[in-house]
C-alpha cells in the first residue's frame, strides 16, 4: 500500500486538526502515460453498476464503487472490480455516475478489491462508441509492446466577444481537416473524423513538425486574439511533439477560428494619426443599448499610425468606437464616439461583417476630452472640527450596481471602480477633478474613523459637499 500514500499527499493539502470534510485538493499534474500505467496497481475500463458507502480510510476513500469491466488492461482478471475514492469532492474524490464508462487508473496493491483513485490520476470518462487513443495505447501496453502515436482533436473555435464570461467561447469538432507530422525521416498524414479527432499509429521515437491545413476562410490559432502579440503570430508555427523510445505522447488540442478581421485607424481632429495603445472597442449590436457592464465587447488597441484591428471576430452585426462598452474615466477620458462620427447610436453605422470578411478602412476621429469639474469639500468630525490628512476617495459609478444573485462574472465590472484620491489640508478642504456628466461615489476616512458614501453627480454649478466620519473604520 506504500504507492497510495505518495497519490493521496500529492492530490490532498492537509491542514492538521481539521476534519475530512474540509480538506483542499491540490493536484500536482497528470503523470504522462506509460508512466501512469506502470505505477497503477490495476488498469481497465469499466461501466459503474452502484455505489455505495465505505468504512473511511483516513477520510479519502469512503465511497466504493463498483465496475463491470469492459477491457482489462492491467492485473484485472474478474468481471467486477471495487474501487474506492472519496465521496467529498474536497477530498479529491473523482465524481462517478452510474451507468457511465470510464477508463480507470487503480493505485495501491496487486489485489484489485483495494485499489483507490481520484481526480489526480489518469481516470476519467469515456464516451461510448468512440475510439478512445489513451485506451488504444494501454490496450498494445498491456500486449506487451508498446506501439506509439500521434493523435488529438481539432475544434473550431467561435469567440464570444465577452471575455470575461466564462461561456463566451464555445467548440465544434472539426471533420475532414488534415494534419501532417514530418520528422526523422518520415511524414505521416491523416485527416478529422466527425468527432474531430485524428491519428497516426506506429510512428517511430523522433521529433515531428505538425502542420494543421485549415479551409479556406479559417486560420490556426488558439484562445489568443491579440495578433500584435509574438506569441500570437507564432502560434502553431513551431509545433512539435517528440516521441521518445518506450514512450508515447500526449493528445493535441488543435483550434481553428474564422478569420473575420475588422479593421482601421484613429485620427484626432487635424488628421494626425493618434499615438499607441488607445483602446478602440467592438460591441455587439444586440446588446449594444445595455448598461455599461452588460454589454458584450472586446478592445483592440492602436499600434504604429493609429493603425487598429481587430482578430478572429465571428459573423455578427456589430458597432465600432470609443467608450461605448462604458463611459469616460481617468484613463480614457473621451466622450462615446460612434463609427464614422456619432455620439447617438440611432446615427450609428451598423458593421455586418459575414463569416470569415475582412472589413478594412475604417476612420474614427479622436474627440476632445470630457471637461473636468472640480468638487470641492469639507471634511469634520462628528463635533464639527476640521480633519486635516484626512483621505478622501473617488469611484466611478454606473447606473446600476451588481447585487447578490446575479451572474458573479459581472460584479466586478459593476462595482464602483476607484478612480484616485486626494487629501484634506490643514483646513479640513479637499478638492477633486471629476468628468461632467459621470457619477461617482465620495468617501473619506482617517486613522480609525471613517464616513458615510455620498453619491454626486458631475453637473455645471456641483455644489461643495461635506463629509463628516463619525463610524469606525472598515479600512
Request: aromatic share 8%.
Amino acid at each position: 500500500m506504500a504507492r497510495i500514500g505518495i497519490y493521496i499527499f500529492a492530490a490532498v493539502l492537509l491542514v492538521i486538526g481539521l476534519d475530512s470534510a474540509v480538506l483542499g485538493c491540490s493536484c500536482m499534474g497528470r503523470q504522462p502515460i506509460v508512466k501512469s500505467y506502470s505505477e497503477a496497481a490495476v488498469v481497465f475500463v469499466g461501466t459503474v453498476s452502484k455505489m455505495s458507502h465505505a468504512d473511511s480510510r483516513s477520510g479519502f476513500s469512503n465511497l466504493r464503487v463498483s465496475f463491470i469491466v469492459d477491457k482489462p488492461l492491467k492485473r484485472v482478471k474478474t468481471e467486477q472490480v471495487d474501487i474506492f475514492t472519496s465521496s467529498q469532492g474536497t477530498a479529491c474524490g473523482f465524481p462517478f455516475e452510474v451507468g457511465n464508462m470510464y477508463l480507470v487508473y487503480g493505485y495501491g496493491d496487486e489485489n484489485p478489491g483495494s485499489n483507490t483513485t481520484n481526480i489526480c490520476v489518469r481516470t476519467r470518462y469515456l464516451e461510448l462508441g468512440r475510439i478512445d487513443d489513451e485506451v488504444e495505447i494501454l490496450k498494445t501496453l498491456s500486449a506487451g509492446k508498446l506501439i506509439p502515436r500521434i493523435y488529438g482533436s481539432v475544434v473550431e473555435l467561435t469567440r464570444g466577444i465577452y471575455p470575461l464570461r466564462s461561456d463566451s467561447n464555445s467548440r465544434k469538432p472539426m471533420p475532414n481537416i488534415r494534419i501532417t507530422a514530418v520528422g526523422n525521416g518520415h511524414k505521416f498524414d491523416a485527416m478529422t473524423d466527425i468527432y474531430g479527432k485524428f491519428r497516426m499509429i506506429d510512428v517511430p521515437a523522433g521529433v515531428y513538425q505538425i502542420t494543421v491545413l485549415p479551409p479556406t476562410g479559417m486560420k490556426v490559432g488558439g484562445d489568443y486574439w491579440d495578433e500584435t502579440t509574438r506569441s500570437e503570430r507564432d502560434y502553431y508555427r513551431n509545433l512539435t511533439v517528440a516521441i521518445g523510445r518506450g514512450e508515447s505522447p500526449e493528445g493535441l488540442a488543435l483550434e481553428l477560428r474564422v478569420d473575420g478581421r475588422i479593421g482601421g485607424k484613429i485620427v484626432d481632429k487635424s488628421g494626425k494619426p493618434v499615438a499607441k495603445g488607445i483602446p478602440v472597442t467592438l460591441v455587439s449590436r444586440l446588446t449594444a443599448n445595455k448598461e455599461p457592464g452588460d454589454i458584450d465587447y472586446v478592445n483592440a488597441y492602436t499600434t504604429g499610425g493609429g493603425k487598429f484591428e481587430f482578430f478572429g471576430i465571428p459573423q455578427g452585426q456589430y458597432y465600432v468606437g470609443i467608450n461605448i462598452e462604458t463611459k469616460p474615466h481617468k484613463e480614457l477620458p473621451y466622450p462615446r464616439i460612434y463609427y464614422p462620427l456619432s455620439t447617438d447610436i440611432d446615427n450609428a453605422k451598423i458593421i455586418d461583417l459575414k463569416r470569415s470578411e475582412k472589413l478594412e478602412g475604417l476612420m474614427l476621429i479622436l474627440p476632445d476630452v470630457v471637461p473636468t469639474i472640480e468638487l470641492k469639500g469639507l471634511v469634520l468630525d462628528k463635533e464639527g472640527h476640521p480633519i486635516k490628512g484626512a483621505i478622501v476617495e473617488r469611484y466611478g459609478l454606473y447606473n446600476t450596481e451588481w447585487h447578490e444573485g446575479e451572474d458573479y462574472s459581472m460584479k466586478y465590472i459593476k462595482q464602483p471602480t476607484f478612480e484616485g484620491r486626494v487629501e484634506t489640508n490643514e483646513r479640513g478642504e479637499f478638492s477633486i477633478p471629476l468628468l461632467k456628466g459621470n457619477k461617482y461615489r465620495i468617501n473619506a476616512y482617517k486613522d480609525l474613523l471613517d464616513g458615510d458614501d455620498v453619491n454626486v453627480e458631475v453637473i455645471e454649478g456641483l455644489k461643495p459637499i461635506t463629509l463628516v466620519l463619525n463610524k469606525t473604520s472598515k479600512k
